[in-house]
């Protein structure tokens, strides 16, 4: 017997996607073996690791406690969507970059997402905030200490952009 | 860790989503998904439906009247902490959501969800119950309101029939002069409780909620003890159980450390 | 004029891919509705017989392509899965079966294997095999293990797979005579290397040229290539295996083959389709690997300034159902457990244990954590019976600058004579005392316990021998374009490695470091290599890549010099470029250098033109000299005598709360020494991390097992891994670099010191706050709790 399955409309990264899908399907595994973006991990797949954050409509969710049928209707970011249109790495990736906040970099896309909302909540966080901000995602390489200070980079960049107007 | 098959309707009414229910004795309630779907995932749960109810419309307010707060039951946890006027009617809310899970995991599960899940280990029951709240039930007959203390009927087993759907939880007004401290210690920052403890002093009674103690949300009534005595008196009527993070007797003594902690919060000269 | 690269931190190349989600892990490969998926049935119980498995309930399931049991295995899939490391001393060696045959000896044994059209069908099949089994009781935990009343394997007497001893003399004698002798018994509990991303393998066979295709998630792409052409019945040549993006390793994924990593090319080849096996996190707790389990007996004999005339140190070492890596893991902690000093007199005895829990290979450290926290907790011992400052008694033992190389008298665990090759111990013990205020402490204390508070300051030392052989490769080879394209055949999991051999490629050859560009762990590049463990990819890879980068630039010049009419002493390769030192007008770049080095027939394109037939070379030489190849490419490799031994020292001061017992890191410090760094900015991000697991195997991870052999905590939930709110908020670093005499580059190996003296810090420092024996790690805050009323009671 097979499974039935449903008409799933997916918006990511602001693309619009029509899938056909089993309702069990978990966001995650839609969004990596269905649309292809595998830059969304999967660490744990029970909400804790944080390496499979993405954004909906903004706001971080682990996508391995959705189901992809839920996320209809939502406007969803990966990390293949943080970059600006013509390839340029967004703050919070560049500052990654500057401080060495990844090495093996499985956990990456998931801090990646989680700061960039955090940011936009609050641009300019204490260290005790920036520590906050990442204290939901596991990461097993790199001891936080570097990502603690991409997050304070990132706010540091981000205030240079406003300071510019741009 | 994937879960087992199941059929899936969203409803765009409450009386669609009640009969969904109705049609399938194995039918369960999706809301946030944050405690559901990893028992799905690790098929500790097999659910024949899922009712999401996340299309049902006007349930994500957060309503703030003199008499309390009425949280819906889309409102996510996230939303509840931000509310700066819910905080300000029953300050208890913010100081337990706090510590509810992380902030990604607050901004898709429900507090609502979370009340009826009847998690013994989770904040927001506890916080329910000792403020006396209650629960606003859908059902095929009609709603109903539930009390906080009638909801917990035993390990993660709440009153809700199965084809009842919780609409709202409301959260008492804090007196006047009446006041709440919350205090808790997990082994990690962001983890279920080891043991969690919440105060409420009001009016010259004492009476503190206990998360992680027993095997349902507890509140002990302290009225009159001495502080000093304070925590022996609740142990007294507590079960604390061990397990893997610890012992019965370490429990007992955070339930110690935390009533002081707490009552002493909410009773010390502002 | 390019400045060396080596010893600055420049910015990881590999960041950019990663950043954009562009990473190619396993499970990102072959992302195809065509893939066929894998799941497995693993065994509910620790021990059982294996009485009558159904499958029958499976087949008619949709979606399904295979499902095997172990009767469905031949040939020489049908063995044992290989002990890769025999030794003679471990005498009753025992590995499990690809699909277990007829009894299962840890919960979470492979037993069946389906392959279906995605991984949610997988599963629905596995939950569809029926299995009847005879349970037996298990063997759980050391005590167990060490009563024997129940045996693991039937033919395994008392459990035991190995006993080993080594000494150095008459340790009896010596501790007879010794003025004062102390005894302790320690104990360490399991872990797991707990790499964000499990295992995964996927395959693929081509039938166009009889050729398979594996991509695997491990630590040794060669080793897995040779074991599955050996059960496949393949020719080497007839296997690629391709090492992808790796999530982090620490350990588990050097052993191999794991079942997967067989069952996945066999279904590939059989169904002639490409098939993938993504493990979860489940699975990954119940049938990857764990580490650390260790029960310690350390008798020691010392003079009255603390100096060791005697150690000895008997030690069970809890091994697991199977030994695949056969002893060395206990061997390290054996051999590594004398650290930075010289006892007279050293006796070590241990017996590797068979329980019914998941196996034991190699997690960061590979036994040094242990060995480390014997060494450490009976220096700690020795200051506290003599009233001793700790610093001052570990001074007194150390191994001095002019003593190297020095030679402890022990065989190591690559089969050679332990001998340290450099260090500087009393330097590094000052630079920690500095770095975390040791002589400041007892005003600090006075000044926290004045408000209450109560902190505690512990200290560690280690030495770790890294850099193990066998060998490395290297292939370097500048194509005409001047880009350069290296490859070593060590495999990475998030080391840099793509940065740090490109620093070394660009120092060397004279190139431009944007133009280098490095692949590791992949076969078809370089089929010559051996694997990343024990700290050995700077030392073993970088040297080999620095040799083979000096062959490539050695051809350079000789061409260059004929092209330019110059002497080949007088030219230099700055930025690419060839030229005649002092007449910078008279220059050829790397890539036309390149054209020339190949004679053609056939020109393609502009470039080649220059370097066909009618074109280029002596009419009177043949084209290639008779020495020479075609192509301007270097290949090298490093083999050396010995391990080379980094060290280092890590400084700690906790808090305990009087109340609750939780513990908090106010202050880490750590002092290390790795020879000539690389990429400093590289070491210090294995530092940290190192430092994180570290706190994480000292306060909070540990594997619970119950009695029935069930693990209770198989999931994030419940085995803790700190988060960053866990782990200290800043770590002091400073470095030594006492270079290694045994490789041209002077490196030693840094990615397992973060974690070697964790568990001894912690259990010194929480000592030092409490007045109360530590014996026993990790310690939780309900631990503590429990520790405090027994001692209450002792002293009451
Ligand atoms: C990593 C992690 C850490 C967490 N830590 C904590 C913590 O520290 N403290 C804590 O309290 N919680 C914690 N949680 C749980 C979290 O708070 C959940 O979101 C919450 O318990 C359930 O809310 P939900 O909306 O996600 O419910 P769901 O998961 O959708 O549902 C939970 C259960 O309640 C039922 N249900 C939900 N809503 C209704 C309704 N309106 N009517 C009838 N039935 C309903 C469902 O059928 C299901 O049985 C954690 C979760 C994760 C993944
Ligand atoms: S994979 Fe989603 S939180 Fe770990
Ligand atoms: S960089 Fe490897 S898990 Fe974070």
Redesign the interface.
């Known amino acids: ?4 399955l ?1 008409d799933v409309r997916l918006s990511v990264n602001g693309v619009v996607h029509d899938l056909r899908l ?5 966001l995650s ?1 839609a969004l ?2 269905d649309l ?16 499979c ?1 993405v954004l ?1 409509d903004g ?4 996508a ?4 992809a ?2 996320a ?1 209707g939502l406007e969803l970011t ?3 969507g ?2 600006d249109g013509d390839g340029t ?1 967004s703050n919070v ?1 560049q500052a ?3 401080c ?1 906040g ?8 998931g801090f ?1 997402t ?1 700061i960039t909302a ?1 940011l936009r909540e609050n641009p300019h966080p204490t ?1 005790e905030e920036a ?2 901000m ?15 200070k991409a997050v304070e980079r990132a706010a540091e960049l981000g205030s240079h952009e406003r300071a510019e107007g741009s | ?8 309707v ?1 409803p765009g009414s409450l009386a669609d989503a009640l009969a969904a229910l109705s049609d399938d004795p194995g039918a369960k309630v ?1 809301a946030g ?2 405690s559901l ?2 028992l ?3 098929r500790l749960a097999a659910p024949s439906t ?1 009712v ?1 109810i ?1 299309g049902l419309p006007g349930l994500d307010g957060v309503e703030v009247t003199d008499d309390g707060v009425r949280v819906g039951a889309l409102a996510r946890h ?1 939303d509840v902490l931000a509310h700066d006027e819910a905080a300000r009617v029953q300050p208890l809310l913010r100081l337990a959501l706090s510590h509810v ?5 607050r ?2 599960g429900t507090t609502v969800g979370s009340i009826v899940h009847a998690d013994a280990a989770a904040e927001m029951p506890v916080v329910l119950t000792l403020l006396g709240g209650s629960v606003e039930v859908a059902g095929p007959s009609g709603t109903r309101t539930v009390p906080a203390d009638e909801l917990y009927v035993g390990p993660l087993e709440s009153s809700l029939a199965h084809d009842e759907i919780a609409t709202s939880a409301f959260f008492p007004a804090l007196a006047p002069g009446a006041r709440v401290a919350f205090a808790e210690i997990a082994r990690r ?2 983890d279920y409780a080891l043991v969690g403890a919440a105060a409420l002093v009001e009016g010259g009674t004492v009476r503190v909620g206990y998360v992680s103690v027993n095997d349902v949300p507890v509140v002990v009534d302290l009225t009159g003890v001495p502080v000093e005595q304070m925590a022996d008196a609740a142990l007294a009527q507590l079960e604390p159980a061990g397990d893997i993070h610890a012992t019965a007797d370490y429990r007992a003594q955070l339930v110690r450390v935390l009533t002081e902690r707490v009552v002493r919060e909410a009773t010390a000269d502002e | 004029m390019t400045t060396k690269l080596m010893g600055t ?1 420049v ?2 190349v ?12 396993a ?2 490969v072959a ?1 195809d509705a065509s893939t066929l998926h894998c799941a497995v049935l693993r065994s509910p119980h620790a021990h059982a017989r294996i009485v009558d498995i159904d499958v029958a309930d499976v087949l008619d399931v ?2 399904v392509h295979a499902v095997w049991t172990y009767d469905d295995l031949t040939g020489p899939m049908a063995d044992p899965l290989p002990l890769l490391i025999p030794h003679p001393a471990l005498t009753h060696g025992r590995t499990q079966y690809a699909l277990a045959k007829d009894e299962v000896n840890y919960m979470g044994e492979a037993i069946a294997f389906v392959v279906a059209d ?3 069908v997988a599963e629905d099949a596995v939950g569809r095999i029926k299995v009847t089994y005879d349970v037996l009781p298990p063997v759980v935990g050391i005590a167990a293990a060490r009563a024997a009343d129940r045996l693991v394997h039937d033919d395994v007497p008392g459990n035991v797979g190995a006993r080993m001893e080594q000494n150095t003399g008459d340790v009896e004698a010596a501790l007879a005579a010794a003025p004062h002798r102390l005894t302790l018994d320690l104990d360490v509990e399991r872990s797991a290397c ?4 499990g295992r995964g393998t996927v395959a693929r066979w081509d039938p166009d040229i009889d050729r398979l295709q594996v991509w695997t998630s491990t630590q040794t792409s060669t080793g897995v290539r040779a074991v599955v052409a050996v059960k496949l019945g393949l020719d080497l040549r007839q296997v690629d295996v391709i090492t992808p ?4 390793g ?1 350990g588990v994924k050097i052993n191999h083959p794991w079942p997967e990593e067989l069952l996945v090319p066999l279904a590939a080849r059989t169904l002639g389709r490409t098939v993938k096996f993504t493990e ?2 489940r699975e990954h707790f119940i049938s990857s690997a764990h580490e650390r389990g260790q029960v310690q007996h350390i008798e020691v004999g010392f003079d009255d300034d603390g100096r060791l005339l005697a150690l000895d140190v008997m030690f069970w070492h809890d091994h697991g159902a199977y030994t695949p890596y056969g002893l060395i893991v206990p061997i390290i902690t054996s051999t590594q457990l004398l650290g930075p000093y010289k006892p007279d007199v050293y006796r070590v005895v241990f017996e590797s244990l068979y329980t019914n829990t998941v196996m034991v290979t190699p997690y960061r450290g590979a036994g040094r954590p242990q060995g480390c926290y014997a060494m450490e907790r009976t220096m700690d011992a020795i200051a506290a019976e003599l009233g001793k400052d700790r610093t001052e008694v570990r001074a007194t033992n150390f191994i001095q600058p002019d003593e190297f190389p020095f030679e402890q008298g022990l065989v190591f665990q690559d089969g050679r004579e332990l001998t340290y090759d450099s260090g500087d111990y009393p330097a590094s013990l000052e630079k920690i005392k500095a770095l975390i205020g040791w002589d400041d402490f007892p005003a600090y204390r006075a000044e926290m316990a004045a408000q209450g508070r109560r902190v505690g300051i512990g200290l560690a030392c280690y030495v770790e021998g890294t850099g193990v052989g066998p060998y490395e490769g290297a292939h370097v080879h500048v194509e005409t374009s001047g880009k350069v394209k290296v490859a070593t055949g060590l495999t990475t ?4 490695h793509a940065t740090v051999f490109a620093q070394l490629v660009a120092d060397e050859l004279g190139c431009r470091f944007e133009d280098v560009e490095v692949v590791t762990g992949d076969t078809r590049r370089m089929p010559y290599a051996v694997g990343t463990f024990a700290s050995r990819a700077a030392v073993m890879s970088g040297s080999a890549i620095h040799l083979a980068a000096r062959k490539a630039k050695q051809k350079a010049l000789t061409i260059a010099a004929e092209a330019l009419e110059a002497s080949p002493d007088d030219l230099q390769i700055v930025d690419g470029v060839v030229s005649v030192k002092g007449s910078p007008g008279s220059a050829i770049d790397l890539g036309t250098v390149a054209v020339l080095s190949n004679p053609l027939r056939y020109a393609f394109d502009e470039a080649s033109k220059a370097a066909t037939q009618f074109t280029v070379g002596d009419a009177s030489k043949p084209p290639v000299a008779e020495d020479e190849e075609p192509g301007l490419e270097g290949t090298d490799f490093y083999s050396p005598e010995r391990s080379t031994f980094a060290s280092g020292m890590h400084a700690v001061i906790v808090e305990t709360d009087p109340l609750t017992a939780e513990i908090t890191v106010l202050k880490y410090a750590v002092v290390h020494d790795c020879g000539k760094l690389i990429n400093p ?2 070491v ?10 570290g706190v994480g195997g000292a306060l909070y991870e540990r594997m619970v097992y119950d009695e029935s052999g069930q693990l209770l905590n198989a ?3 419940d085995f803790l ?1 700190p ?3 866990e ?1 200290p ?3 002091d670093i400073d470095h030594l670099e006492t270079p290694s005499p045994l490789n041209p580059l002077g490196i030693k190996g840094a990615g397992e010191a ?1 974690v070697i003296p964790s568990a001894a810090v912690f259990a010194s420092a929480i000592e030092d706050a409490e007045g109360l024996p530590i014996t026993a790690m990790p310690i939780s805050p309900s631990d503590l709790f429990h520790l405090r009323l027994a001692h209450a009671e002792e002293t009451s």
């Open positions: 017997m097979s499974e039935a449903l089993p309702a069990r399907r978990l595994d990596r073996h292809g973006l595998t830059g969304t991990h999967v660490g744990c797949e029970h909400g804790v690791c944080g390496a954050t909906a706001r971080a969710v682990r391995c406690l959705m189901f049928v839920s209809v990966t990390v293949e943080l970059a790495l990736q990654f970059v500057e060495h990844l090495q093996c970099g499985f956990c990456t896309p990646l989680t955090g260290h520590r906050d990442i204290a939901g995602n596991l990461c097993r390489c790199t001891g936080y200490q570097n990502i603690v | 860790m994937k879960p087992a098959p199941f059929d899936y969203r999706l998904g944050q779907v990893p799905l995932s690790m899922l999401d996340n996230a899970a992380h902030p990604t995991i901004n898709r920052h962001g | 931190g910015q990881r590999e960041d950019q891919r990663f950043l954009r989600g562009l990473g190619r892990y499970d990102d992302v949709d979606g995605d991984r949610y707990m790499p964000l991303e993006d790796v999530g982090g620490f979860d996190r999991q998030g080391q840099g900015t590289i210090e991000g294995q530092i940290h991390g190192g430092v994180a697991q999931s994030f939930m891994m988060y960053v709110t782990v908020d800043g770590i973060g």
